[in-house]
Antibody, heavy 120, light 105 residues
Framework: QVQLQESGPGLVKPSETLSLTCSVS????????WNWIRQSPGKGLEWIGY???????KYNPSLKSPITISLDTSQNQFSLNLTSVTAADTAVYYC??????????????WGQGTVVTVSS | DIQVTQSPSSLSASVGDRVTITCRAS??????LNWYQQKPGKAPNLLIY???SLQAGVPSRFSGSGSGTDFALTISGLQPEDFATYYC?????????FGQGTKVE
């Protein structure tokens, strides 16, 4: 059973970089597309982007803060960097997986979420 | 971006009721529509994918239907553990987008 666990600071200052890591356990990191999704009262659920084990990425162009998602296969982890954050980036951040065997782009595995507040 | 609009935003129901939640896409998404259940303080949980396929481990009282732009999630015989918020998600094109949620209370 694949499990995900987010980690990272809960408070980030405006204009700084938000960095989160998702640790993958119980399964192969090459069997999923790894995603970041966030949820805020104002914008609801918002897909941020994904990375595949090959290193290919895709990001949501609607996000105002520049996004980088990276993968460390040796550590079975993937990470999210959002630079130059603002208060609008305050949200619960989830990592989530979509099986590459699935016919549908549905998120079948989720971390428990981590709250990130952007404030000085 | 494709917009997905859920209705109603909330509904009141009782144990045993049949509940239907609808989701409308701003353009045709074929059957690329997924449904999730979320309880307070928890991550969303996948219920239905591809508009009508039941995710493994999900009770059969949950069903999905529709194609094109109009979709529905039906709970046949609401159970106490089903009081939650439900979201649809279109996966036809990037960026994938979610509905605003329907709270069943």
């Amino acid at each position: 059973q694949v499990q995900l666990q987010e980690s990272g600071p809960g408070l980030v200052k405006p204009s700084e970089t938000l960095s989160l890591t998702c640790s993958v356990s119980g399964g192969s990191i090459s069997s999923f597309y790894w995603n970041w999704i966030r949820q805020s009262p104002g914008k609801g659920l918002e897909w941020i982007g994904y990375i595949y084990y090959t290193g290919s990425t895709k990001y949501n162009p609607s996000l105002k803060s520049p996004i980088t998602i990276s993968l460390d296969t040796s550590q079975n982890q993937f990470s999210l960097n959002l630079t130059s954050v603002t208060a609008a980036d305050t949200a619960v951040y989830y990592c989530a997986g979509r099986s590459h065997y699935s016919s549908s782009w549905a998120f079948s595995i989720w971390g428990q979420g981590t709250v990130v507040t952007v404030s000085s | 971006d494709i917009q997905v609009t859920q209705s109603p935003s909330s509904l009141s129901a009782s144990v045993g009721d049949r509940v239907t939640i609808t989701c409308r896409a701003s353009q045709s998404i074929n059957s690329y529509l997924n449904w999730y259940q979320q309880k307070p303080g928890k991550a969303p949980n996948l219920l239905i994918y591809g508009a009508s396929s039941l995710q493994a481990g999900v009770p059969s009282r949950f069903s999905g239907s529709g194609s094109g732009t109009d979709f529905a999630l039906t709970i046949s015989g609401l159970q106490p553990e089903d009081f939650a918020t439900y979201y649809c998600q279109q996966s036809s094109s990037f960026p994938q987008t979610f509905g605003q949620g329907t709270k069943v209370e």
